[in-house]
């Protein structure tokens, strides 16, 4: 090819226009046009990413299925890993894109949900009621698919969409089309999984979203949705998730910015930035956050058995990734990857499918949750004449997100490249005082750990150098940032999964972490393996702290009767008097110990408890070189962990520095 325009002047002259991409990113004034040869791959590792010069190397179509890669469940579809090995990449202006592509509307036929809204209802009641109200974890994410069949080329129809799309949504992280030869995907993703440029990883997560389709934004509905606690907690949620995510592939952990508001045609959202630095291969990124909570739930593992168990068939493309991998100018490796949500998918045939999920949490109601799919799924079904196009007003590029740049270990510093430049369309709500006030007070309660800058060695306690610690896995990666806080503290870190057998020796300090499931099941092998493991640690007198599912082991094993509460407390924060201080902190869970007593005597000795004076909840206890707390003191909803951690290791490790190591965990 010789011009830029050569694949749609293929697709106008009715000739095949061979494998490419069109990519609008965020706020550019171009697109990117990719062309070259398609090509499957079987691991994320096997995507393609030759040494050589810098520009954009392949964009990988990654599907939902590759979860598998983690040892996670799914309904394995068969969904192919196509990556379109990029030959050559121009740049178009925005304006000679949208003047080439044709301007006719989409005709389709047979439109309709393969789950009705009733049926989907049914399906958010049976998750609130099974899942949530069980244990089973705080937030999952159910979708339902939009089916119709386009008349006509598909690739003309979707070429129309691409064009709707460019001048009808804004807000959109990319506004792309993708063309491989066996299908097409087309769409305006909101939201960026996660980035990789000059060492700098970052993730977005968005959740929350005010409903708005075929009328204007209306401000003073806007400011009660973002004082609504469902909303509110919903976004906490999915912070948290994400910050497990970026404790794996960020060295120091994730660093919060924001939040912001998102505005799109027919909605909004909010969301936060996470950033920190990190020198996996960016394969090994995707591979790590596989996927984003905002279209699974958490925590992670048990979410996908959860959608495994209620969706019962495949998801394609829908809640994976379309990730763009290349090398910048000194050969590092970059990566860009939007989520593959708010997309169409057309086969050459003709067949259209429209994927589209909402969050379920324990305050969601089905009516609520079936508006929100439809509400999603506005944008792209507008572009294919199946739903009206926003108002005018609604309908204007721009972004109220944040662009940041440079090191975000400095986001106070102006000449950091964490500096924020919001894009906003005119009229943007986000500039309104009353709504900025308002995003601003969602960080008030939150932990400042994850919000500031943290430098090395700053709240590291006197006493816990050379100390080492391990923590044991439950199936919750909410490990990953205890571990950073621990070591923020001072000691060494290790983790282990639950069902990884190993010595303990080598250890000053154990922690049985958290995961899902019932405490009271010991018929469960991850339940028996850890109350074992916490009954040899606590016998043989190591020092040992137990957290959230740790401690309903740990209070099981000293007596204590363990209950399910009445009503979840998933990502719930509350203050609580914790051994008569006030602290306050998040929890996740739906079961509790309960005791009538501030004291109990135990086999392994005296042990205090500190308990709810309503009903009798065990947050925390402590005995003689052991403790547990119910809540997570490592969640960005404690605002008091560091505090606690500090305060029970002082207790806890009143033992000399033991000498050797533990071998064959990973830190």
Request: aromatic residues 4%; hydrophobic residues 40%; glycine residues 12%.
């Amino acid at each position: 090819m010789t011009r830029p325009h050569d694949p749609l002047a293929a697709v106008a002259a009715g000739a095949e226009p061979g494998p490419f991409a069109l990519v609008r990113r965020e706020g550019a004034e171009h697109l990117e046009l990719f062309t070259g040869t398609v090509r499957t791959a079987d691991r994320l590792a096997d995507i393609p990413l030759r040494d050589g010069g810098p520009g954009p190397h392949t964009l990988a179509l990654v599907p939902y299925r590759q979860i598998a890669e983690r040892g996670f469940a799914c309904v394995d579809d068969g969904t192919p890993l196509e990556c379109l090995v990029v030959e050559e990449h121009r740049r178009i202006p925005l304006t000679e894109v949208v003047a080439a592509l044709p301007d006719a509307p989409v005709v389709t036929r047979d439109a309709t949900f393969d789950l009705s809204d009733a049926e989907y209802a049914t399906t958010v009641d049976r998750v609130l009621a099974e899942e949530i109200g069980c244990g089973a974890g705080a937030n999952f994410v159910i979708h339902r698919t939009l089916r119709a069949t386009v008349a006509g080329e598909p690739l003309v129809a979707a070429l129309a969409a691409l064009r709707r799309l460019l001048l009808g949504e804004r807000g959109a992280y990319w506004t792309f089309l993708v063309h491989t030869g066996t299908r097409i995907l087309v769409g305006a993703s909101p939201e960026r999984h996660v980035s990789v440029d000059d060492g700098l990883v970052m993730m977005n997560p968005i959740s929350g979203t005010f409903r708005h389709t075929g009328a204007p934004a209306d401000r003073d509905a806007l400011l009660r949705f973002l004082h609504d606690p469902k909303e509110v907690e919903e976004l906490y949620m999915v912070l948290d998730e994400e910050l497990k995510m970026m404790a794996t592939v960020a060295e120091r952990g994730g660093q919060v910015v924001g939040p912001y508001l998102k505005e799109m045609a027919h909605l909004a959202h909010t969301e936060y930035l996470l950033a920190g630095r990190g020198s996996l291969d960016v394969r090994e990124v995707l591979r790590a956050t596989m996927f984003a909570p905002t279209v699974t739930g958490s925590p992670m593992e048990n979410a996908c058995r959860v959608i495994a168990r209620h969706e019962r068939t495949g998801r394609r493309y829908y809640a994976g990734v379309l990730a763009l991998l290349g090398r910048d100018a000194e050969g590092r490796q970059t990566l860009d990857a939007p989520i593959l949500i708010r997309t169409a998918e057309l086969s050459p045939a003709g067949e259209l499918r429209v994927p589209v999920g909402a969050t379920l949490v324990r305050h969601s109601t089905a009516e609520g949750e079936v508006a929100e799919t439809h509400a999603k799924a506005a944008g792209v079904l507008a572009a294919f004449g199946l739903a009206p196009d926003a108002p005018a007003a609604d309908r204007q590029p721009g972004s109220a997100r944040p662009v940041p740049g440079g090191d975000p270990e400095r986001p106070d510093d102006p000449s950091g490249s964490a500096r924020l430049t919001p894009r906003r369309g005119p009229g943007s709500l986000a500039d309104d005082p009353e709504v900025r006030a308002a995003l601003a007070a969602r960080n008030a309660p939150l932990a400042r750990f994850w919000l500031h800058q943290r430098n090395p060695g700053a709240t590291a306690l006197p006493g816990l150098a050379g100390r080492r610690a391990l923590i044991v896995d439950g199936e919750d990666t909410f490990t990953g940032m205890l571990a950073h806080q621990l070591g923020a503290l001072g000691l060494s870190m290790r983790r282990r999964d639950w069902h990884r057998p190993g010595p303990v020796d080598g250890y000053d300090l154990v922690v049985v972490g958290p995961g899902p499931g019932d405490p009271n099941d010991l018929a469960d092998p991850k339940m028996a393996a850890m109350r074992g493991l916490l009954a040899e640690l606590v016998a043989g007198g190591r020092p040992t702290l137990a957290v959230c599912l740790g401690h309903q082991l740990l209070a099981g094993l000293l007596g204590l009767p363990l209950h399910r509460r009445d009503a979840p407390y998933q990502g719930l924060q509350r203050e609580i008097r914790l051994f008569g201080t006030p602290r306050r902190v998040g929890f996740y869970a739906s079961f509790t110990a309960r005791a009538g007593a501030d004291r109990l005597a135990t086999p392994y000795g005296p042990v205090e408890l500190s308990r709810d004076p309503v009903d009798g909840a065990v947050h925390a206890l402590r005995g003689p070189g052991f403790a547990g707390v119910q809540f997570h003191p490592e969640s960005v909803l404690s605002r008091d962990g560091m505090a606690v951690l500090a305060d029970l290791l002082g207790q806890v490790l009143a033992r000399p520095a033991v000498t050797g190591h533990g071998p064959g965990d990973r830190g």
